[in-house]
């Protein structure tokens, strides 16, 4: 069984900066692409950032490229979300998401077959 626990979510003021963080209860994490996915009420879930399992490797939604950066730390077994320029329309839920196939290229749900438990972020003015 892989468990995967986000935090560093919270209210955030608009402009502003936050730091996500996934821990995974796995021994081969550093075998596993990882990515974050996002949720705001009433939408659909979207594809936010993935990374290799590596590192070397990454992929991002046109809605945050420049603003977001995904990194991953395979030692501690940790995926981060470095948030910046947070806008109100980056209010969402936000989950990890590990892939067993590294598929870090994908944006599709699917393909990523753990998923954490979510984190709320809230952007305000």
């Known amino acids: 069984q892989m468990h995967l626990v986000e935090s560093g979510g919270g209210l955030v003021q608009d402009g502003g900066s936050r730091r996500l963080s996934c821990v995974v209860s796995?021994?081969?994490?550093?075998?596993?692409?990882m990515g974050w996915f996002r949720q705001a009420p009433g939408k659909e879930r979207e594809f936010v950032a993935a990374?290799?399992?590596?590192?070397?490797?990454?992929n991002y939604a046109d809605s945050v490229k420049g603003r977001f950066t995904i990194s991953r730390i395979n030692a501690n077994n940790t995926l981060y979300l470095h948030m910046s320029s947070l806008k109100r329309d980056d209010t969402a839920v936000y989950y990890c998401?590990?892939?067993?196939?590294?598929?870090?290229?994908?944006?599709?749900?699917?393909?990523?077959?753990?998923w954490g438990q979510g984190t709320q972020v809230t952007v305000s003015s």
């Open positions: 998401v590990a892939s067993g196939r590294n598929a870090w290229y994908s944006r599709v749900p699917t393909s990523y077959d753990h």
């Open positions: 796995a021994l081969v994490f550093d075998t596993y692409g």
């Open positions: 990374i290799s399992m590596n590192g070397k490797d990454t």
